[in-house]
């Protein structure tokens, strides 16, 4: 499910969830690693009053490693916290990488 290296990089990322079928979804509100969209619901007012509202996961533009090369994704925190991307930080050079592994 998150195995990034799985991905096809040749084509753009569909941002098209089950949740809204045919709907585009902004890419900031979009996570494409774990395909979470923003969700949808009710802001009730203490008089019970409900107007509609959405909520957006929180995503973040980042630079991860997919097969090796660096990619920009919109990747949402619980999946940067979870570990289900490898960060492509300018700071850690590829010896690096390979010493730790
Ligand atoms: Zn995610």
């Given at each position: 499910?998150?195995k990034?290296?799985?991905?096809?990089?040749?084509q753009?990322?569909?941002?098209?969830?089950?949740?809204?079928?045919?709907?585009?979804?902004?890419?900031?509100?979009?996570?494409?690693?774990?395909?979470?969209?923003?969700?949808?619901?009710?802001?009730?007012?203490?008089?019970?009053?409900?107007?509609?509202?959405?909520?957006?996961?929180?995503?973040?533009?980042?630079?991860?490693?997919?097969?090796?090369?660096?990619?920009?994704?919109?990747?949402?925190?619980?999946?940067?916290?979870?570990?289900?991307?490898?960060?492509?930080?300018?700071?850690?050079?590829?010896?690096?990488?390979t010493?730790?592994?």
């Amino acid at each position: 499910m998150f195995k990034l290296s799985m991905m096809d990089v040749s084509q753009p990322i569909r941002c098209v969830t089950k949740q809204f079928p045919g709907e585009v979804i902004t890419m900031g509100k979009f996570c494409e690693v774990c395909e979470k969209g923003a969700m949808t619901g009710h802001n009730v007012s203490h008089s019970n009053r409900k107007s509609s509202r959405t909520w957006a996961p929180n995503v973040q533009k980042v630079r991860v490693l997919v097969d090796g090369r660096p990619m920009r994704l919109n990747v949402c925190t619980r999946c940067l916290r979870s570990g289900y991307v490898q960060r492509a930080l300018p700071s850690v050079k590829a010896e690096a990488v390979t010493e730790e592994a």
